[in-house]
């Protein structure tokens, strides 16, 4: 209407005055309602190529929008392990710090495991020290061995000493087993000697390993404890955090809230046509408007622009559910008067501004 206005006071209003004044003509007489629009057809034509101008011009260089939100972040609550919630430890709409317990899932199942690594560890260190009871068993059999293979090698020096002596003194034969009983012996230390290398091996590699393992399992299951408690990763407050003891929590299937983590508005995030991405720059000035605050304008300013936007890119899951319903959130806060509603196109980004120079479009 204002637009139409001004055209016609540049239009219809000076091709009235010439013919009322310069052609004489009045109204009522030679201007009646029927003549009208042949008299000031200039006029009239004029007005509405220029006002049509005039319209797509500010269309053109002034884009406007109702698709604008404001940009802030939700952290999801979901535990790292599904299970049933034990006890809880705050309430919906809570401000919460970052580290503060917010529930606690059953962990009898990872006590158990705890409880069973720890005697896995128990158990290895119990053959470790075995295994130096073994130790000093293979030493003591060693010299046994060696001792008998001494006295057999006296025994064979002795009867060969004589037969050599006494030739048929001594009995071949007795000189053969004998003979064999040194080898026998000493089959008999070589054994020894192997048992007491395969202790000392299982001292220094098997049994660590072992160990080591163990306190692995038990580092594992004291972490699959540790994740029964959930605490907020950040400070902020707590939405739709409804969970009771006894609930069922699934990482998969049902998170436990949302955290709002707490920060400072100081950006929209809009969505404008495709005819206006010609014109939107970084450094354009603005101004929001929003319903919840009636003959306020917010001043902001362009600080990004993203010119085209894939399918699919916003991920419309985890966010806050809104009771107002997409209407109130369609109309609640807009760019600029609305003129213009969403079509796929540029997303720009917005910040208020701080000098009082201007700032910025819906962003």
Same mark, same amino acid.
């Given at each position: 209407?204002? $637009?139409?206005?001004?055209?016609?006071?540049?239009?219809?209003?000076?091709?009235?005055?010439?013919?009322?004044?310069?052609?004489?003509?009045?109204?009522?007489? $030679?201007?009646?309602?029927?003549?009208?629009?042949?008299?000031?057809?200039?006029?009239?034509?004029?007005?509405?190529?220029?006002?049509?101008?005039?319209?797509?011009?500010?269309?053109?260089?002034?884009?406007?929008?109702?698709?604008?939100?404001?940009?802030? %972040?939700?952290?999801?609550?979901?535990?790292?392990?599904?299970?049933?919630?034990?006890?809880?430890?705050?309430?919906? /709409?809570?401000?919460?710090?970052? #580290? @503060?317990?917010?529930?606690?899932?059953?962990?009898?199942? @990872?006590?158990?495991?705890?409880?069973?690594?720890?005697?896995?560890?128990? $158990?290895?260190?119990?053959?470790?020290?075995?295994?130096?009871?073994?130790?000093?068993? +293979?030493?003591?059999?060693?010299?046994?061995?060696?001792?008998?293979?001494?006295?057999?090698?006296?025994?064979? +020096? +002795?009867?060969?000493?004589?037969?050599?002596? &006494?030739?048929? &003194?001594?009995?071949?034969?007795?000189?053969?087993?004998?003979?064999?009983?040194?080898?026998?012996?000493?089959?008999?230390?070589?054994?020894?000697?192997? /048992?007491?290398?395969?202790?000392?091996?299982?001292?220094?590699?098997?049994?660590?390993?072992?160990?080591? &393992? =163990?306190?692995?399992?038990? %580092?594992?299951?004291?972490?699959?404890?540790?994740?029964?408690?959930?605490?907020?990763?950040?400070?902020?407050?707590?939405?739709?955090?409804?969970?009771?003891?006894?609930?069922?929590?699934?990482?998969?299937?049902?998170? =436990? #809230?949302?955290?709002?983590?707490?920060?400072?508005?100081?950006?929209?995030? +809009?969505?404008?046509?495709?005819?206006? =991405?010609?014109?939107?720059?970084?450094?354009?000035? #603005?101004?929001?408007?929003?319903?919840?605050?009636?003959?306020?304008?917010?001043?902001?300013?362009?600080?990004?622009?993203? /010119?085209?936007?894939?399918?699919?890119?916003?991920?419309?899951?985890?966010?806050?559910?809104?009771?107002?319903?997409?209407?109130?959130?369609?109309?609640?806060?807009?760019?600029?008067?609305?003129?213009?509603?969403?079509?796929?196109?540029?997303? =720009?980004?917005?910040?208020?501004?701080?000098?009082?120079?201007?700032?910025?479009?819906?962003?």
């Amino acid at each position: 209407m204002f $637009e139409l206005l001004l055209c016609s006071s540049l239009t219809i209003l000076p091709d009235f005055l010439f013919r009322r004044f310069v052609q004489g003509k009045r109204i009522g007489h $030679e201007i009646t309602l029927f003549s009208v629009w042949f008299e000031l057809r200039w006029g009239i034509t004029l007005c509405l190529i220029l006002t049509l101008s005039l319209i797509t011009t500010i269309f053109y260089f002034h884009p406007s929008t109702k698709a604008a939100t404001s940009v802030y %972040r939700t952290v999801t609550i979901l535990p790292e392990t599904s299970g049933r919630v034990a006890e809880t430890f705050v309430d919906m /709409n809570q401000r919460v710090e970052a #580290g @503060q317990p917010l529930f606690r899932l059953d962990s009898t199942e @990872q006590e158990a495991a705890v409880a069973t690594a720890q005697r896995k560890v128990a $158990e290895v260190e119990a053959a470790m020290v075995v295994a130096k009871s073994q130790l000093a068993e +293979a030493d003591g059999r060693i010299v046994q061995a060696r001792g008998a293979r001494q006295q057999a090698i006296d025994e064979l +020096a +002795a009867r060969s000493e004589v037969q050599r002596r &006494s030739p048929g &003194s001594v009995a071949e034969r007795d000189v053969d087993r004998v003979r064999v009983q040194v080898d026998t012996q000493q089959g008999a230390l070589d054994a020894a000697l192997a /048992n007491r290398e395969a202790v000392v091996s299982e001292m220094e590699f098997k049994l660590p390993a072992q160990k080591a &393992s =163990a306190e692995a399992a038990l %580092r594992e299951a004291e972490v699959d404890l540790k994740k029964t408690l959930v605490v907020a990763g950040t400070d902020g407050i707590l939405q739709q955090f409804a969970l009771r003891p006894g609930d069922v929590v699934n990482p998969m299937l049902r998170p =436990a #809230g949302i955290l709002v983590p707490e920060r400072k508005v100081t950006a929209l995030l +809009a969505g404008f046509g495709q005819i206006e =991405a010609q014109v939107m720059k970084v450094g354009m000035i #603005g101004e929001v408007t929003c319903i919840a605050k009636p003959w306020v304008i917010v001043p902001m300013v362009v600080t990004e622009v993203q /010119n085209v936007i894939a399918a699919g890119q916003v991920r419309p899951t985890d966010s806050r559910s809104d009771p107002v319903g997409a209407a109130s959130r369609r109309d609640g806060c807009r760019g600029h008067p609305a003129r213009s509603g969403y079509a796929p196109g540029p997303i =720009a980004a917005g910040r208020r501004s701080h000098g009082g120079l201007s700032s910025s479009g819906v962003a």
